[in-house]
């Protein structure tokens, strides 16, 4: 009995639990109904709705100012277009990406297009790329190396199922699809197609937003060039970070913009701002619906360059006006083939870099958004190369303007004296019997000359005399003191070492040293081939007593607190990125007597009756040492070099031209006269005194 009642209470409690299981159940599949039939369709909109993603901030890079604390380079916020990968048809892809780039095209935007295929003025399909880099494209793209552009382009149209017949409309969806393709894109990181659209763009996008899928408009920090070209080859310019760019730098992410030349490039490390973190709430078809910032950007850092920026200004226009006055003949000798040149002011006693100008230039804001096809062409087919820096990327025979050089290392190795004379004889009797340009103009001589009136009248035998008497290790051994023939070190990349006229050198070409190199040596030429930087600062060493400087172009770098960078810290960084040596900087003392001598001779050449740039500077109050200088080009018209500093008694600053092709250095002359008048405060109208230079023969030196 006992165990029948057992097995009853243990029915039971079976049965209890089979009912709350059954209640359970009821429940859950109530709620399941209710979720996914009542509510489904309502939850379902919901959940395409709000899709959560996060998104990079780009940060503000940091703003570049000149000494003065003026604004060279800032940011501007413009409205990018973005398109994120979702679920929709090739065929509907490439019609989206076909009328976007319409709506750009028409409006003046700029967009990603970097296919180098196009049409000639005749519709055909061509390459837009050199020879040299078509063979290199096809190799990284795979394609066979007899292909032409036409056959690319059908290849391309088959890859991408582009449906269109038209030939325009299809190298517009390849261009785009192939870029995609390189860059990549998805649904949690866009694909930019352009980065500065405008109003009327946006206007027309956002009118037919359901035309274009996945299409997103941001708002982002754009690089802003205030003045235009203005310190161009100084500044450089920026460009979208590359593939080869994310997978060596974790700090970088797409759609973010790197300095490319210049300035940008060279403290890239201190310009780039850190970029913030926002969650976006987005629907099925990529449409913004919140936004939720979570970590804000942070401006990058200022970089405050030693330059001035009024004395940049009429550096480069004067530079400008110059080279166009030569070449249209405004001066007594026209020289047509001139029109390249460059220009450098540097404090003497600091080498700070107060103005430096390369002619012709560009606009960096070329680059904002990226460069067309177009514009880029015709930057590298211009045959003067405005993207060339000539005051650190192209060397010069110095011409006399190196005779100065010559002259202290003739005093302080005792080989002359600041009093004694030479007499011209016109010939020189030794080596190669070279003649002074004084005698092969006129058929006369300079008569007895000490070494100030040598500099003065530029005399070619004088110089022949000292140079045989110590010989081209004492020269080379000076000229190497004063900077010429190594890198300077200044922030900027792309610096040359140019080529100081040895021994050692001629050595290593395989060849001997004779006098009679020793003898074109000591005028500035044979080997010798220097930087306009180098040039200034020799000037600079010179004028300011024999010191040793090295020229900067950073004044500093700080932070958005307001706080500086360490100097040490920063020199560190430059010179590993651009492969500088440290190296221990000999320091020479020089006799001040024999300084004197030598600056006695530039400042006769402005100063005095005779002088060879006596009628450009004989209106400035302050009083200028100076040199011009004439030296063989490699074809063409010779170049017209002039080198001064000023004040006389107490220098302070030095000013280099050189003007490719511009006949003689005498017309180069006015260009540093009108930056000292800047300078020293005196602009005026009457700048030029045309009939006293006009005066002047082709071959004065």
């Not at 959560?52 to 940060?59: D, H, I, K, P, Y």
């Not at 997103?216 to 070209?229: A, D, E, H, K």
């Not at 100084?234 to 760019?245: N, P």
């Amino acid at each position: 009995m006992e165990s029948y009642k057992k097995k009853i209470v243990f029915s039971e409690r079976y049965i209890f639990l089979y009912i709350i299981v059954f209640l359970v159940a009821i429940v859950l599949i109530s709620t399941l109904f209710y979720l996914q039939i009542i509510k489904g369709e309502e939850y379902r909109t919901q959940s395409n709705n709000r899709l959560l993603r996060e998104n990079v901030v780009q940060a503000p890079r940091g703003d570049i100012l000149d000494r003065n604390n003026n604004v060279l380079v800032s940011n501007k916020m413009g409205f990018s277009l973005m398109l994120y990968k979702i679920n929709i048809s090739t065929e509907k892809l490439n019609e989206s990406l076909l009328k976007i780039t319409n709506i750009l095209i028409k409006n003046g935007d700029k967009y990603v297009n970097t296919l180098p295929i196009g049409f000639d003025e005749n519709g055909n399909v061509i390459f837009t790329n050199s020879e040299e880099n078509q063979v290199i494209w096809k190799e990284n793209y795979k394609y066979n190396s007899e292909d032409t552009a036409y056959d690319v382009l059908l290849k391309l149209k088959e890859k991408y199922k582009i449906q269109n017949e038209d030939l325009q409309e299809v190298r517009i969806i390849a261009g785009q699809r192939f870029d995609i393709e390189k860059t990549g894109y998805g649904a949690f990181y866009p694909y930019q197609i352009s980065s500065n659209i405008s109003r009327q763009t946006i206007n027309e996008i956002e009118e037919q937003n359901d035309n274009f899928p996945g299409i997103n408009i941001s708002t982002i920090p754009l690089r802003m060039y205030t003045m235009g070209s203005f310190a161009a080859h100084i500044l450089g310019y920026t460009g979208s970070v590359s593939i080869d760019d994310l997978k060596n730098n974790s700090i970088y992410s797409r759609n973010d913009i790197i300095g490319r030349s210049g300035i940008e490039y060279v403290f890239e490390k201190y310009l780039k701002g850190t970029n913030g973190i926002k969650k976006v709430e987005m629907d099925f078809n990529g449409k913004i619906n919140e936004e939720y910032e979570v970590d804000p950007s942070i401006k990058g850092n200022d970089v405050i360059l030693t330059i001035d920026g009024n004395l940049q200004k009429v550096a480069e226009e004067k530079l400008k006006d110059n080279i166009e006055k030569i070449s249209s003949g405004g001066f007594k000798y026209k020289y047509e083939d001139a029109n390249a040149g460059s220009v450098i002011v540097m404090d003497v006693n600091t080498g700070e870099i107060l103005a430096m100008a390369s002619y012709p230039t560009y606009d960096p804001s070329l680059f904002i958004g990226g460069i067309s096809t177009k514009e880029w062409n015709t930057l590298i087919n211009n045959g003067a190369k405005p993207l060339y820096d000539r005051t650190i990327q192209a060397s010069y025979a110095p011409g006399s303007t190196f005779k100065m050089v010559s002259a202290i290392a003739a005093l302080e190795s005792n080989s002359i004296g600041i009093y004694d004379e030479i007499e011209d004889l016109g010939i020189y009797d030794k080596g190669h019997r070279p003649q002074c340009w004084y005698y092969t103009s006129y058929g006369l001589t300079h008569k007895l000359v000490n070494v100030s009136k040598a500099i003065k009248t530029s005399c070619n035998y004088y110089f022949y005399e000292v140079g045989y008497r110590m010989g081209i290790d004492t020269i080379s051994r000076y000229a190497s003191y004063f900077g010429l023939g190594t890198k300077t070190g200044i922030e900027l990349p792309g610096e040359i070492s140019g080529i100081l006229a040895s021994r050692e050198y001629a050595n290593s070409k395989g060849n001997e040293w004779y006098v009679a190199d020793t003898l074109s040596a000591v005028i500035g030429q044979s080997y010798n081939s220097f930087t306009p930087i180098q040039i200034a600062t020799y000037i600079s060493i010179l004028s300011n007593g024999g010191y040793k400087i090295k020229p900067t172009i950073i004044k500093d770098v700080v932070t958005p607190d307001g706080l500086s960078y360490n100097k040490e810290e920063i020199k560190a960084d430059i010179n590993n990125l651009l492969g500088i040596e440290a190296k221990n900087v000999e320091q020479l003392v020089f006799s001040q007597e024999n300084v004197n001598a030598v600056l006695q001779g530039m400042r006769d050449v402005t100063d005095e009756t005779g002088g060879t740039a006596y009628g450009v500077f004989k209106s400035l109050s302050v009083t200028v040492g100076g040199k011009t200088g004439t030296a063989e080009a490699s074809s063409g018209s010779n170049n017209g070099i002039f080198v001064g500093f000023a004040p006389y008694e107490k220098p302070e600053i030095a000013v280099v031209v050189i003007v490719e092709h511009g006949g003689h250095g005498s017309y180069a002359a006015e260009v540093v006269r009108d930056i000292m008048k800047e300078y020293f405060g005196e602009r005026s109208d009457n700048l030029v005194d045309d009939k006293t230079i006009d005066t002047l023969s082709p071959a004065l030196d």
